[in-house]
Nanobody, 115 residues
Framework: QVQLVETGGGLVQAGGSLRLSCAAS????????MNWYRQAPGNQRELVAG???????NYADSVKGRFTISRDNAKNTVYLQMNSLKPDDTAVYYC?????????WGQGTQVTVSS
């Protein structure tokens, strides 16, 4: 079975930082493209950051310069370092994996940024 388990969410003041982790099982991370999405109440789910199998990264314009996605294939884990957090970053953050043509989702972790 495939599992993606997000951890690291919580409550933080504006300007603070959080690091989200997504631990994968049932897939090989080195063969997967990994992404972080987020969804705020009333909004569509949006792509925040992605990292390819080769290590290339991409970011939504709204988080460029503040968020960093990385992966540790040995630990089968992808991370999202979030700095300079803003209230608009408040959302449920979801880990997404694309492994051999199939997409998988974690259950999400709540990030709340207070003003």
């Amino acid at each position: 079975q495939v599992q993606l388990v997000e951890t690291g969410g919580g409550l933080v003041q504006a300007g603070g930082s959080l690091r989200l982790s997504c631990a994968a099982s049932g897939i090989t991370l080195s063969l997967s493209a990994m992404n972080w999405y987020r969804q705020a109440p009333g909004n569509q789910r949006e792509l925040v950051a992605g990292i390819t199998r080769a290590g290339d990264t991409n970011y939504a314009d709204s988080v460029k310069g503040r968020f960093t996605i990385s992966r540790d294939n040995a630990k089968n884990t992808v991370y999202l370092q979030m700095n300079s957090l803003k209230p608009d970053d408040t959302a449920v953050y979801y880990c997404n994996a694309n492994f051999i043509g199939t997409g998988y989702w974690g259950q999400g972790t709540q990030v709340t940024v207070s003003s």
